[in-house]
């Protein structure tokens, strides 16, 4: 419960970049990309509050909001995980991950990254606060999952005839938008976007994929 709680640092104790991680949160795509992109990093992971299920004030030492994940490398300190996962990409990159700028699907690139938290994620925070409310929320329902079926039934059939959303490798895009994904096939089951479930099929068998996931396990 205290701050930080433990440290994970995957290559050597002198890690450059460090990430500031809330639990059951969607920092783990920051751990991805850079599980990806082979450098050195630190976690130091935070407990919700076992009621609130809110951030720990010790957060705010890091970010005056409180939120996660905030990124500290050298003299940055970023927040926003479509932000945080450019300038990874931008600095570390070599050329990989992300279209090059002017490239034919660049645009498409910055597009998938933008919509993961700016369109798709909306509807689905909405059925989880929603259904807290109990009868109360119910009149809300149809609409919600109205929605939700818009956008991922949108981005099910982007991944018509593709594994990824943008060229025919692993970008930032698709890290961004693997939260999303992933919380709509868990919600709607396997069969209701087939296109995504082979997506998150996809994500969890890659080898950074698994290493990030086993760093929050041990």
């Given amino acids: ?33 850079l599980e990806e992109l082979g450098l050195d990093y630190t976690v130091i992971s ?3 509050d076992p009621k609130t299920r809110l951030a720990p004030p010790e957060l705010q030492k890091i970010h005056p909001l409180g939120k ?26 070599n050329g ?19 919509y993961a938290e700016g369109s798709a994620m909306l509807p689905l925070l909405l059925k989880l606060y929603v259904s807290r409310l109990g009868e109360a929320g119910a009149p809300l329902h149809p609409r919600i999952n109205g929605e939700i079926a818009n956008h991922f039934g949108y981005l099910n059939a982007e991944l018509e005839g593709r594994d990824y959303f943008v060229g025919d490798s692993l ?9 999303a994904v992933q919380s709509a096939v868990r919600g709607a089951g396997r069969e209701a976007f087939p296109n995504l479930t082979g997506f998150v099929d996809m994500v969890a068998a890659r080898p950074a994929y698994q290493k990030a996931v086993e760093k929050y396990s041990e």
Avoid at 96 to 114: E, K, T
């Fill in 1 to 33: 419960m205290g701050f930080p709680d433990f440290l994970i640092s995957p290559h050597h104790e002198a890690a450059m970049i460090e990430v500031h991680h809330l639990k059951e949160s969607r920092s783990r795509r920051i751990t991805w990309l």
């Fill in 46 to 48: 935070y407990d919700r």
């Fill in 68 to 93: 996660a994940p905030v990124v500290r490398d050298k003299d940055q300190t970023l927040i926003e995980s479509g932000a945080i996962i450019d300038y990874l990409i931008r600095t570390y990159g």
């Fill in 96 to 114: 990989h991950l992300a279209p090059a700028v002017g490239a034919s699907d660049y645009n498409r690139y910055v597009q998938f990254l933008h």
């Fill in 171 to 179: 970008t930032g895009a698709d890290i961004q938008l693997s939260f």
